[in-house]
C-alpha cells in the first residue's frame, strides 16, 4: 500500500468535516465531569478555517494609520504577483478605521475621509463599508474587521498620538464590542458584508479606575478581567462568557457559516487551555515586531502545542512581519526563517508588509508553493519537536499523502553541523529517504543520518519521503491534528520557561524585563512529557507516544483504523509515587477497555481494542484526589492501526 493510499480517509475526514463545519452549530456544554465520555470531537467547528487563514492585515505596516487607498494597493499586489492563486484571500482592517459610535443609536461610524467609497453619495448619509467589501470579494477576496471585548481598542489604551484614533465624547470614542456585541456583529457581517472578525482584549486590561487615561477623563473605566501577567488575577470565565456572546452573534448572522473569529487575548487568561474551544485562531504570545529576538518569543509560545491546533481551531504566534527591521530585503536568510517555521507551526499567514513597495525577494518567499503547501496540507498537522536545543531544533510533521516535512533551525549566531537521522522522522534506518531541499529544490538522499550544516539564523527546510518504522499504522504523535486534549488535566497553569524572553520593542529594558509566559506549561505534549521529559515509565522510554497529566481526556479521530493500542503508565517524572491512576479507552462514548490502578515505578500496562467503524476515541487518565499537576502519565506508542 502506498503512502497516499494510507493516508487517504485522513483526507476524506478532513473533506466531510469542511463541509459539516458549513453549518454553524452551538458548541455542546462542557460535561460536569470533564474526564466523562461524550462521544463529540469538542474543538472549534464554527466558522471556516478548515486550513490555516492566508492573506494581509493593515498593522504591521500602517498601524492605525489605514486607508483604502493603502489597503486596495496591497490587494491589488497580491493579485498582481500571483499571491492570490496560491491562497492569499483575507484582506484585514486592522485598528483605525472607527471614528466614533454615533450616541442617539449607538451605531459604529467609519471613517469616510479614509475610506472614500464608503460615502453614500447623499448629504448626512451614513457611511458603509459594503462598497469596499463588495469590491474585495468581486477581486476573489475576503474582507476581515477589527474589534475589541472592551469599550475601547489597544490604540486608545496605548497610542502616545492621536493618528486615527476615535473622535468626540467619552461615549462616542467607545468603538468595542461590549455592551454593543450582536448590534456590532450584525453591522459587521450582515449590513457590511465582512468575512472575519479579529477581537483584541486591550479594553478589559487597560482601562482600570487609576489607569492615568482613566483619571485624567480620557475614558471610562471598566475593570479589568484579564491581567497578562496573571492567571490568579484574570477572570477566565468572564473572559470566555464574551467570546460566546460573540459566537452566538456569528451564527446568528452567517447562517452559511463562512466567517473567521481571530482570538487576541495573547495566551493571558489560560487561553491557551481553552482558545481551541472558542475561535479559529488564538493568539498564543504579545504583539510580534521585526526583531529576530522577539520572532523567537512568539514562535517558541506555540511551537511545543500541536496538540492544540487542528483543522478549524489553529495556533497564532501573531502576523507575518517579513518587510521590515531584521525580515527586510537585507536580511532575507531570517525572512526564510520567519515564513517556514510559520508554515511548519500551520500558523495563519497573514502578511503584514505594505506590499505596494515590497521587493521582489520578499514577495518570492511569500509565494514559495512547497512551503506554503505545507502550511495547508489537508491533515492538518503542526510540526512537532524532534530535537530540541536552546540553540537548534528540528521540527517534524506528518503529511497527508505520507510525506513528512523537516525543518533544521538554527536560532543562533553561529553556524551548528546538524544530523538528521531517520529517528527523527519515524523512518527506517536501513532503507532510503529522499530528501527534496524547499528552498532550493535540491534533491538528494540518505540512510540511516546525514551531516549538514545549517547556517546562522537559518531554516533547511526538506520535504521526506521513506519507509515508516511503523508501517500499519499512524502514532498519535505523527497526527496531532486528530487529537484533541478535551481536558489536559492542568489545575494551576503555571509559566513556560521555555519561552525566550526578548527586549519588547515599545518597552525596551524599562522595568525589569520579561516574565515566563503562560502559553502552555504542563499542557498535552506530542513525545514528550507535559514537562518537556522524555517518555519514561518504569526506566522504559518511548520514541513516540503523548504526555499529559492525570485526569485528562483526549479525544481522537478516527480516520478509519480498526485497532488502538498504546503502553500506559505514570511516568517516572511524577513526583507524587503513590497516587494510582486508571486508564481508559472509550469509541463512541462507549466502554473499550481500561486498566487496574497503576502507580509510579510500575511497567506500563498495554490497553488496546477493535476500533473498526468506531469515529471518535477518548483517551482518559484517572486519578481521583490529586491536588495541583504532580502526576504527568504516559501513553506510550500510543497508535491507530490498520
Known amino acids: 500500500m502506498t503512502p497516499r493510499q494510507f493516508l487517504l480517509p485522513l483526507l476524506a475526514l478532513a473533506a466531510a468535516t469542511s463541509l459539516s463545519a458549513q453549518t454553524p452549530s452551538p458548541q455542546p456544554a462542557a460535561p460536569a465531569d470533564p474526564l466523562a465520555p461524550t462521544g463529540r470531537w469538542t474543538a472549534y467547528a464554527a466558522g471556516s478555517a478548515q486550513l490555516p487563514p492566508m492573506g494581509w492585515n493593515s498593522w504591521n505596516a500602517f498601524y492605525t494609520e489605514v ?9 491589488q499586489r497580491i493579485l498582481d504577483t500571483g499571491l492570490a492563486r496560491k491562497g492569499y484571500r483575507y484582506i484585514n482592517i486592522d485598528d483605525g478605521w472607527a471614528l466614533k459610535r454615533r450616541t442617539r443609536d449607538d451605531r459604529l461610524i467609519l471613517r469616510a475621509d479614509k475610506f472614500p467609497s464608503a460615502r453614500t453619495g447623499k448629504a448626512g448619509g451614513t457611511p458603509s463599508f459594503r462598497p469596499l467589501t463588495d469590491r474585495l470579494h468581486a477581486m476573489g477576496f475576503k474582507a476581515g474587521i477589527y474589534s475589541d471585548l472592551g469599550r475601547n481598542t489597544c490604540s486608545q489604551a496605548y497610542s502616545d498620538g492621536p493618528a486615527q484614533l476615535p473622535e468626540g465624547t467619552v461615549a462616542e ?23 472575519a472578525i479579529k477581537v ?40 470566555k462568557a464574551l467570546f460566546a456572546e460573540i459566537n452566538q452573534s456569528l451564527a446568528r448572522y452567517n447562517p452559511d457559516g463562512d466567517y473567521m473569529l481571530s482570538l487576541c487575548i495573547w495566551g493571558s487568561a489560560n487561553v491557551r487551555g481553552w482558545g481551541k474551544d472558542v475561535g479559529n485562531i488564538s493568539r498564543t504570545s504579545d504583539d510580534i515586531s521585526a526583531d529576530w529576538d522577539r520572532m523567537l518569543t512568539n514562535y517558541d509560545s506555540a511551537a511545543r502545542r500541536a496538540f492544540y491546533a487542528h483543522p478549524g481551531s489553529w495556533n497564532d504566534p501573531d502576523m507575518l ?42 514577495i518570492d518567499i511569500f509565494g514559495n508553493a512547497d512551503l506554503i503547501a505545507l502550511n495547508q496540507d489537508p491533515a492538518g498537522n503542526q510540526a512537532i519537536m524532534a530535537f530540541d536545543a536552546d540553540g537548534f531544533q528540528i521540527l517534524v510533521k506528518t503529511l497527508a499523502n505520507g510525506d513528512k516535512a523537516v525543518a533544521l533551525f538554527n536560532r543562533g549566531l553561529a553556524p551548528v553541523d546538524a544530523v538528521l537521522t531517520a529517528d527523527h522522522l519515524k523512518f ?57 486534549p478535551a481536558a489536559d488535566g492542568v489545575v494551576q497553569p503555571e509559566p513556560d520557561p521555555t519561552i525566550y524572553r526578548s527586549i519588547p520593542n ?40 503523548v504526555g499529559i497529566l492525570a485526569n485528562s481526556r483526549l479525544e481522537v479521530r478516527n480516520a478509519g483504523f480498526g485497532r488502538f493500542s498504546a503502553q500506559v503508565g505514570v511516568d517516572d517524572s511524577a513526583l507524587d509515587g503513590d497516587q494510582p491512576v486508571r486508564f481508559f479507552l472509550f469509541g463512541d462514548g462507549k466502554p473499550l477497555a481500561s486498566t487496574p490502578p497503576l502507580r509510579r515505578g510500575q511497567p506500563a ?8 467503524g468506531v469515529k471518535l476515541l477518548e483517551l482518559v487518565a484517572r486519578a481521583d484526589g490529586v491536588k495541583g499537576n504532580a502526576v504527568p502519565v504516559t501513553w506510550g506508542d500510543a497508535a491507530l492501526l490498520r
Open 67 to 75: 486607508d483604502e487607498e493603502k489597503l486596495m494597493g496591497s490587494a
Open 173 to 195: 470614542r467607545e468603538v468595542g464590542l461590549y455592551g454593543h456585541t450582536d448590534k456590532d456583529i450584525r453591522l459587521f457581517f450582515a449590513d457590511w458584508g465582512f468575512d
Open 200 to 239: 483584541d482584549g486591550c479594553g478589559i486590561r487597560a482601562f482600570a479606575p487609576d489607569a492615568p487615561r482613566v483619571r485624567n477623563g480620557q475614558f471610562r473605566a471598566l475593570a479589568p478581567i484579564i491581567d497578562q501577567h496573571s492567571i490568579t488575577r484574570s477572570d477566565i470565565p468572564a473572559v
Open 321 to 362: 512581519f517579513i518587510g521590515k527591521g531584521d525580515f527586510d530585503a537585507d536580511h532575507l536568510t531570517e525572512a526564510r526563517s520567519h515564513f517556514a517555521l510559520w508554515a511548519m507551526l500551520n500558523a495563519p499567514l497573514l502578511i503584514g508588509a505594505d506590499l505596494r513597495s515590497t521587493p521582489q525577494p520578499l
Open 428 to 484: 527506517r534506518a536501513d532503507r532510503p529517504i529522499a530528501l527534496a531541499n524547499l528552498w532550493t529544490g535540491a534533491k538528494s538522499d540518505f540512510t540511516k543520518e546525514m551531516k549538514l550544516r545549517v547556517a546562522p539564523r537559518e531554516t533547511v527546510v526538506f520535504r521526506a519521503k521513506g519507509d515508516r518504522v511503523l508501517a500499519d499504522g499512524l502514532y498519535l504523535s505523527e497526527q496531532p491534528g486528530m487529537v484533541n
Open 506 to 545: 515599545w518597552r525596551g529594558t524599562r522595568g525589569i524585563g520579561e516574565r515566563p509566559l503562560y502559553a502552555g506549561w504542563g499542557g498535552a505534549m506530542a513525545d514528550f512529557t507535559p514537562y518537556n521529559q522524555p517518555l519514561t515509565v518504569a526506566g522504559r522510554t518511548f520514541g513516540s507516544g
Open 605 to 612: 500496562q498495554a490497553i488496546a481494542a477493535d476500533v473498526k
